[in-house]
């Protein structure tokens, strides 16, 4: 029976043919002292010189290297954040994972060493010979020992891969930490913007009214006209109409905050402004390979492969016979008091030797299967980097943009806001229609909501950028 070569190939167990090749194969592994299978080696991927986006040379600097208060320096987020690291439950339910595979790496390792274990027998019996009838008693006591000898490394590489698989579940929990709190500040600033909103929902609604006041003391003194009145009271019920829809916005953005804090929904203490995070305006992204060695999800696909490189070369150790050594050592008596006296003590020692002759092709098909989900593994390997590049790029790019449209948007604002004021006054002094008016208005309003949501979509993305850089990776 023979293995084919595969895309991650250097990854296979050695080929299983003959029983010469593999006693050879043995031989040369206890000599060597080395368990059967490949040592892991991380596998290759691209890894560009920069990353698209990044402005500059790529230089040891990142955001990742700072804590969540050195980015968002706001007291109310970093209370919340403290609060969703200690009480949320998809948190506490990864550390939990962890500490399960934790106490399995111990399972794993606990057959390296021999196993003793201890019985005991108390029997009563009655025989029938012809007519003679007799009764006695058995007492048994006895240490017994069994020690598997990893002659092939099938349980170091078992252990190896219940030691990855517990990497694994870290990278998991520190992945779920990432998210959470970065949940959390998304949400945040997503609040503060819906606060924003409505007050200029609420401004917007006031100058409308004013607005239908002034034209309706023109009306009601024979200088203005109904239609002038009626198109104020339609843009003040629109105004106004916005109120109730943000309201309920709020109430469902703090339920979700609560959610992620593992607390019964309720208000949530804020500040009041979107404020821009006190770093520069060039974000530092660090280099592109030591971006693979601070993500989650990265690391996490990294000791799967890891995981799976030592499971193959456990499935190739099972191929070949296991040795072992055994013992006994107590006593027997037919008196309870006598079972620890030296006339009474049993003792053995023995070796053991088992292996498959015919499985039906199980083992073969078992290590065969191994080796796919290594494949697998590494596949999933190459994407998350691949994925972790498009990622960072994409965001770096989409921050740039939004700083821009940003200072755009709040020039706008200020201009809209002097048309306002100036048309106000042109229709006081009769050189402007209604129209003029109501038109600056219902371009301002909706300017300062697209103000605030920029400064919003700014701020998220520069959480998602740290998330994607692999953020607090040193905390």
């Not at 106004?240 to 469902?252: K, L, N």
């Not at 049993?346 to 015919?358: C, K, R």
């Not at 494949?375 to 972790?388: C, M």
Request: glycine residues 6%; proline residues 3%.
């Amino acid at each position: 029976m023979t293995e084919t070569a595969s895309s991650s190939g250097r990854y296979r167990g050695k080929p299983v043919a003959t029983l010469a090749v593999a006693v050879a194969v043995a031989a040369l592994a206890t000599c060597a002292g080395c368990a059967l299978g490949h040592n892991y080696h991380r596998p290759d991927v691209q890894v560009p010189e920069s990353i698209r986006g990044q402005s500059g040379e790529p230089d040891a600097a990142t955001l990742a290297d700072l804590g969540w208060w050195e980015v968002f320096a706001d007291s109310d987020l970093q209370a919340l954040l403290t609060e969703a690291v200690a009480a949320n439950h998809d948190l506490k339910a990864a550390t939990a994972r962890v500490e399960q595979e934790r106490q399995l790496v111990g399972v794993a390792r606990a057959d390296l060493l021999p196993h003793i274990d201890y019985s005991a027998q108390a029997t009563r019996e009655r025989s029938q010979i012809t007519t003679t009838k007799q009764t006695f008693n058995s007492f048994l006591g006895a240490f017994s020992l069994a020690w598997e000898i990893d002659l092939w490394g099938r349980i170091r590489r078992l252990t190896e891969a219940a030691t990855a698989e517990f990497y694994a579940a870290e990278d998991v929990r520190r992945g779920v930490l990432l998210t959470v709190s970065s949940d959390v500040a998304t949400s945040y600033f997503e609040l503060i913007d819906l606060d924003q909103e409505m007050a200029i929902a609420r401004e917007s609604a006031d100058s409308f009214r004013e607005t239908r006041d002034l034209f309706n003391h023109r009306f009601e003194g024979g200088i203005g006209t109904l239609l002038e009145v009626s198109r104020a009271d339609a843009a003040l019920s629109g105004a106004e109409s916005q109120i109730p829809d943000i309201q309920s916005q709020i109430t469902a953005k703090e339920n979700q905050i609560c959610v992620l804090l593992g607390r019964i929904p309720g208000p949530i203490e804020r500040g009041s402004s979107l404020a821009q995070p006190a770093i520069a305006a060039r974000i530092p992204v660090g280099l592109p390979s030591e971006l693979l060695q601070r993500r989650p999800d990265v690391l996490q696909a990294e000791h799967d492969v890891m995981a799976a490189n030592a499971e193959a070369g456990a499935a190739l150790a099972s191929f070949f016979p296991r040795f072992g050594l055994t013992s006994l050592y107590g006593g027997q008596s037919s008196e309870l008091e006598d079972i620890v006296k030296h006339a009474n003590y049993i003792w053995a020692v023995g070796g053991t030797l088992s292996g498959p002759l015919f499985e039906g092709g199980r083992l073969l098909a078992s290590y065969r299967a191994q080796n796919a989900q290594l494949d697998e593994a590494v596949e999933h390997y190459s994407q998350s980097t691949v994925q972790a590049f498009g990622e960072v790029s994409s965001l770096l790019v989409s921050h740039d943009t939004l700083r821009s449209v940003r200072e755009r948007r709040a020039d706008q604002v200020e201009q809209l806001r002097t048309s306002v004021r100036l048309s106000l006054q042109r229709y006081r002094d009769g050189i402007a229609s209604y129209y003029e008016v109501l038109e600056a208005q219902q371009q301002f309003f909706p300017s300062q909501v697209d103000l605030v949501r920029t400064q919003r979509d700014e701020l998220v993305t520069m959480i998602s950028l740290y998330r994607a850089l692999g953020g607090g990776w040193k905390l």
